[in-house]
């Protein structure tokens, strides 16, 4: 499983995210389809918080563990190779993240484990509305990664679930290039939507606002 310049985005705006909340006891974090680990480590290196990251694939839950395993906050973190949905983990989360297996009614991988993580042959969006409806608590929220194209069909599931969107960034590669990538954050309370453009490449150098979110994650900008 390759760690993806979006990924990487993805976590560091989660992470500016959550800073914003000032709480005095750790946040409670779900990341469903761990991968790599990669949400989890980012998210844990830089916010006071717990972790359970589930992970479907053996080989993928067993990377994210050793992954894990070589961080200094690596106690902050417990990976489970569970199928989420009918993982009974029996707590409601401050905060559920999400890089889920955006790839439904696409072409598939001769390889079957990567089919598994990265197709939504096991978890499809409206399996992930429902895990986030019944996981979240009333004041939690949610943020999630997807595919520009899939972002109505995400926004409308989790409106019939009372699910709000409140914040969203649309991601371009550069300004030339049309929106590929989409951040979106629910809660159970409807909010003035806030929304931003980030450019990831700006006359081939990395944006302003990429450098700003991932400085902390990347050793060479």
């Given at each position: 499983?390759?760690?993806?310049?979006?990924?990487?985005?993805?976590?560091?705006?989660?992470v500016?995210?959550?800073?914003?909340?000032?709480?005095?006891?750790?946040?409670?974090?779900?990341d469903?389809?761990?991968?790599?680990?990669?949400?989890?480590?980012?998210?844990a290196?830089?916010?006071?918080?717990?972790?359970?990251?589930?992970?479907?694939?053996?080989?993928?839950?067993?990377?994210?563990?050793?992954?894990?395993?070589?961080a200094?906050?690596?106690?902050?973190?417990?990976?489970?190779?569970?199928?989420?949905k009918i993982?009974?983990s029996?707590?409601?989360?401050?905060?559920?993240?999400?890089?889920?297996?955006?790839?439904?009614?696409?072409?598939?991988?001769?390889?079957?484990?990567?089919?598994?993580?990265?197709?939504?042959?096991t978890?499809?969006?409206?399996?992930?509305?429902?895990?986030?409806?019944?996981?979240?608590?009333?004041?939690?929220?949610?943020?999630?990664?997807?595919?520009?194209?899939?972002k109505?069909?995400?926004?409308?599931?989790?409106?019939?679930?009372k699910?709000?969107?409140?914040?969203?960034?649309?991601i371009?590669?550069?300004?030339?290039h049309?929106?590929?990538?989409?951040?979106?954050?629910?809660?159970?309370?409807?909010?003035?939507l806030?929304?931003?453009?980030?450019?990831?490449?700006?006359?081939?150098?990395?944006?302003?606002?990429?450098?700003?979110?991932?400085?902390?994650?990347?050793?060479?900008?």
């Open positions: 499983m390759k760690v993806c310049t979006d990924a990487c985005l993805f976590g560091a705006w989660v500016e995210l959550l800073q914003q909340k000032k709480n005095s006891n750790p946040l409670s974090i779900l469903i389809g761990t991968g790599t680990g990669l949400l989890s480590l980012m998210t290196q830089e916010v006071n918080c717990t972790i359970d990251a589930i992970e479907i694939e053996a080989s993928a839950a067993k990377q994210a563990s050793e992954n894990i395993s070589n200094f906050f690596s106690s902050n973190i417990k990976v489970y190779e569970a199928d989420i993982w009974d029996k707590i409601a989360y401050d905060c559920i993240i999400s890089n889920p297996p955006f790839y439904e009614n696409d072409l598939t991988s001769p390889n079957e484990k990567k089919n598994l993580a990265l197709h939504s042959a978890l499809n969006l409206s399996d992930l509305a429902t895990i986030i409806d019944q996981k979240l608590k009333q004041d939690g929220i949610s943020a999630i990664l997807l595919p520009y194209h899939r109505e069909e995400m926004i409308q599931l989790a409106l019939n679930r699910l709000y969107l409140n914040v969203n960034a649309n371009k590669q550069s300004s030339k049309t929106y590929f990538r989409t951040f979106l954050v629910f809660s159970r309370y409807k909010q003035t806030l929304t931003e453009e980030i450019i990831i490449q700006d006359n081939k150098d990395y944006s302003d606002r990429f450098i700003d979110l991932l400085k902390k994650f990347y050793m060479t900008l």
